[in-house]
């Protein structure tokens, strides 16, 4: 029997490459998605084509209630930053979601510990990113130490693993791996800030993080962005 | 203006107390309770009903998905133990809830740094406890590490202080504290299988560290225990 694991699966670029090499390592996939009041709502719809691409048969949608959260990724006046420099990570932008990945990686632990999973994938990356501080080695290491403290699988030994295999990878090793691993990365969103069809803003932080990725990685980019035809 | 700060309220003695304590010290609260398919849903209400009697404006009740959770507090295949012996610490009872304490903090860190709050109440306590790992001071000491470095607050040197007033305290301490600061205890509940008239079942864990509590503390236990009379 294959031994389970939990994944987070927004339905971006990134979850669905860790999710693929998770199951290329042999795990049985439990998804997790959170709907958190998202301007980019549309992602959750991905993620669920994308649990449906890997036959992955257990996949929960969590809601949690947006009003907790500040950030221009939620909050009606406050505007998702367009052009910014994404390679400036000393700062921290609006799009930040207070506390979010230690709330994910919270449910995933309760779930873990309940299902008898040993392992969390997470696809966050410290390379092609907006500088979030829950993205860093720092954070999952901390989180690591946290969780072997105060849940009865770590304090007898047997603490969840948190699995970060993109964490020092670009944007363009991760859509080589994926695309390698045969990811149909069409089914992905990334914007931050898509329009009523769910287009691609082109402009966003996450935009311009994933057409540089596809461009380096030679690869065609499958996203319709706004007011452009398909292919980048 | 007065600071933000806040408060986890369960509905029990505990949390009640460490509002009270917080409101003493003059913070503004905002309260936060959880459903999540516990078998002792009337502590929801009972939550409510401190909440109105300690003068909170903002008090936030969120549900979390029960079927995340394999506990005897929320799984009805898994029974409540019964008189077990609670000062036997070395065990973690099958009320353990995976990862709860963790959930709560999250949810809690997360609308702290979005109202601006510095601080959040927990009133736990390891000492008349039932040996769950996320209620010791080294679970906590870990979650404020993490939060430390998995949020903007924390990276920028303002870190989130986890306030645990509670946590050296006897229960007889506990109840003498909250009763000299005028908490109604009448308003809380402990029983974790209580009957559905909503009365206690005297033998839970929960049950008999309330009990012993009051006892030690010489104060009338204003509970109504199934099949006796109002005070012990």
């Known amino acids: 029997m294959k031994e389970k694991a939990v994944i987070l699966l927004s339905g971006g670029i990134d979850s669905a490459t860790a999710a693929a090499i998770a199951i290329s390592r042999g795990f049985d996939p439990c998804a997790m998605t959170f709907s958190y009041g998202q301007k980019h709502g549309v992602e959750l719809l991905r993620a669920r084509a994308l649990a449906g ?92 130490e946290m969780a072997d403290r105060g ?26 791996t994926g695309h390698r691993l045969g990811v149909d990365y069409s089914l ?10 769910g287009s691609a803003c082109g402009s966003c932080d996450s935009c311009r993080i994933r057409r540089k990725g596809f461009r380096d990685a030679g690869i065609p980019d499958p996203t319709r962005y706004c007011g452009e035809d398909g292919n980048q």
């Open 53 to 144: 691409f890997f036959g992955i048969r257990e996949h929960l949608v969590i809601e949690i209630p947006a009003h907790i959260f500040r950030s221009a990724l939620t909050t009606g006046s406050l505007e998702v930053p367009k052009n910014r420099p994404v390679d400036d990570v000393d700062e921290i932008p609006d799009t930040y979601v207070p506390a979010r990945n230690i709330l994910f990686l919270s449910y995933a632990l309760a779930l873990a510990e309940s299902i008898g999973a040993r392992r969390i994938f997470i696809g966050a990356t410290a390379v092609d990113y907006s500088g979030y501080p829950d993205c860093r080695p720092e954070f999952f290491h901390a989180f690591k």
């Open 151 to 176: 849940t009865r699988a770590g304090v007898s030994g047997n603490g969840i693993i948190i699995e970060t295999p993109l964490i020092s990878m670009t944007k363009a090793e991760i859509i080589r």
């Open 188 to 197: 992905t969103h990334s914007c931050y800030d898509p329009g009523p069809d």
